[in-house]
């Protein structure tokens, strides 16, 4: 059985977190591909040792990451597979999305784009599955052709949460406006 994104992530010692965290940071400056394990050293002040004490590779700080910011996803997921096939779970999980990704804007903008990263969310079987599971509960258990294509685009939609256009929109307005897009692109697709 798989362990889940949540339990990974509190699986965590604080020193992994703090590891975790530092790298966040780094990687939404400088991507994932461009931050060494020397530079998350540096930010933690300790060693590359100590860091490899913590995680044997950069690739576990990744996917550490990975486990940190999508539990929150995971959880607002299980909750909604639970309440059954409602409107009313859908639109709860929609809103927990958008919560997720607005609140986290400023670290995701810079990592949207990182291909590193974008390669681990797709290949790294927890992260792929929650997604699978994620989009088969918002748009329906049938990822066809036009359910993909349509998770394609309200993934871009909840995404543009990080564009320059909205920086400067506070995060409740900013939430608004996305839930309204993404309740038309979910609900009213025709």
Same mark, same amino acid.
């Given at each position: 059985?798989?362990?889940?994104?949540?339990?990974?992530?509190?699986?965590?010692?604080?020193?992994?977190?703090?590891?975790?965290?530092?790298?966040?940071?780094?990687?939404?400056?400088? #991507? *994932?591909?461009?931050?060494? !394990?020397?530079?998350?050293?540096? $930010? =933690?002040?300790?060693?590359? %040792? &100590?860091?490899?004490?913590?995680?044997?590779?950069?690739?576990?700080?990744?996917? #550490? *990451?990975?486990?940190?910011? !999508?539990?929150?996803?995971?959880? $607002? =997921?299980?909750?909604?597979? %639970? &309440?059954?096939?409602?409107?009313?779970?859908?639109?709860?999980?929609?809103?927990?999305?958008?919560?997720?990704?607005?609140?986290?804007?400023?670290?995701?903008?810079?990592?949207?784009?990182?291909?590193?990263?974008?390669?681990?969310?797709?290949?790294?079987?927890?992260?792929?599955?929650?997604?699978?599971?994620?989009?088969?509960?918002?748009?329906?258990?049938?990822?066809?052709?036009?359910?993909?294509?349509?998770?394609?685009?309200?993934?871009?939609?909840?995404?543009?949460?990080?564009?320059?256009?909205?920086?400067?929109?506070?995060?409740?307005?900013?939430?608004?406006?996305?839930?309204?897009?993404?309740?038309?692109?979910?609900?009213?697709?025709?």
């Amino acid at each position: 059985m798989t362990t889940s994104l949540r339990e990974r992530a509190a699986a965590c010692t604080p020193a992994q977190r703090r590891t975790i965290d530092v790298a966040i940071s780094l990687f939404a400056t400088h #991507g *994932v591909g461009g931050t060494s !394990l020397g530079m998350i050293a540096d $930010a =933690l002040g300790v060693t590359k %040792a &100590a860091v490899y004490y913590q995680f044997s590779t950069k690739e576990a700080i990744v996917l #550490g *990451v990975l486990d940190v910011k !999508l539990s929150p996803l995971e959880a $607002a =997921l299980e909750e909604a597979e %639970a &309440a059954g096939s409602t409107l009313a779970a859908r639109e709860g999980l929609l809103a927990a999305v958008i919560d997720v990704v607005v609140h986290n804007r400023h670290d995701l903008g810079a990592m949207q784009g990182d291909p590193v990263l974008f390669r681990y969310l797709r290949d790294h079987e927890p992260s792929r599955q929650m997604w699978v599971r994620l989009f088969s509960v918002l748009l329906g258990d049938d990822l066809d052709v036009k359910a993909r294509t349509r998770a394609a685009v309200l993934s871009s939609a909840i995404g543009a949460a990080a564009h320059p256009f909205v920086v400067d929109l506070d995060n409740e307005t900013l939430s608004v406006e996305l839930l309204d897009i993404t309740r038309r692109l979910i609900f009213r697709p025709g």
